[in-house]
């Protein structure tokens, strides 16, 4: 399919999810390049992000409505590196555009202190405070969605300071999901969006997009951003990108909280 092709097709779509691995530049750049073009079409478009968490919304409000606060400014009051700890630069130019063209952005996420608490003691365990935070209902029921959970879970437990207790593990990943679908459905309005989301919140559509779609049952179409080398399944997305294997860099190494971000 050409590249003007897709833009037609997404543009009939009310929300557009498009995956990353978040160490890949490539990816921001594709994911940059899709939401310029669609931008330019759709002059109602808002933008929301995994990178940064609902409780920064007010400061995401002043970056756009400014229009003229600088990059430390961004970095100081979201706390960037104390939260989603992945190179800004990697991002920079995404949220620069929402800044010079005025894009309605919204911060997706549960603050990141608390999926690790949930992996750890379950959803009981929280306090109140942390419980605010979550989706009113968080769905625990898919069968697919838990074995992808289970396979991630096998992989890394014996590598990571994880607590041997999948149910927990799957409750962290749940309430993940859950709480960025319903601050999908909170902000979309009647306006469409472009989600930007790590991969794996929106393979086989059971993360993210079923969730959000169940709250709103406003069209969506899914983006999976992969390289030549990658076994990818057709299903796996409504659109798969490659890059060429010459554009891919090496992942950085990982804490537990990056491996928390990056899979799903």
């Not at 929106?202 to 030549?228: M, Q």
Request: charged share 25%.
């Amino acid at each position: 399919m050409a590249y003007h092709e897709l833009i037609e097709r997404l543009v009939e779509a009310k929300i557009v999810y498009i995956g990353e691995s978040h160490t890949q530049p490539e990816h921001h750049r594709i994911q940059l390049r899709i939401l310029q073009d669609l931008a330019d079409r759709m002059p109602d478009l808002r933008l929301g992000v995994e990178m940064i968490d609902k409780s920064y919304q007010p400061v995401l409000d002043e970056w756009v409505r400014d229009g003229n606060l600088d990059r430390e400014w961004f970095l100081e009051k979201t706390h960037w590196y104390a939260n989603w700890r992945f190179p800004f630069d990697l991002y920079a130019e995404i949220f620069y555009l929402a800044r010079d063209r005025h894009i309605p952005l919204f911060g997706l996420n549960l603050p990141f202190h608390i999926p690790p608490k949930i992996a750890i003691g379950g959803l009981d365990s929280l306090m109140s405070a942390d419980a605010f935070f979550l989706a009113k209902h968080i769905d625990l029921s898919s069968a697919a969605h838990r074995r992808y959970i289970q396979e991630i879970y096998e992989k890394h437990r014996k590598s990571a300071s994880l607590k041997d207790h999948f149910e927990y593990f799957y409750e962290a990943q749940c309430a993940w999901e859950d709480t960025m679908a319903e601050s999908i459905a909170r902000h979309v309005g009647g306006a469409p969006m472009v989600v930007l989301v790590g991969n794996g919140h929106i393979v086989y559509k059971f993360g993210i997009p079923d969730r959000a779609f169940a709250r709103t049952g406003l069209p969506f179409v899914t983006i999976y951003l992969s390289t030549e080398e990658e076994p990818t399944e057709l299903g796996i997305a409504d659109y798969i990108w490659k890059i060429p294997k010459d554009a891919v860099h090496a992942p950085t190494s990982g804490t537990m909280h990056d491996m928390n971000q990056e899979k799903p």
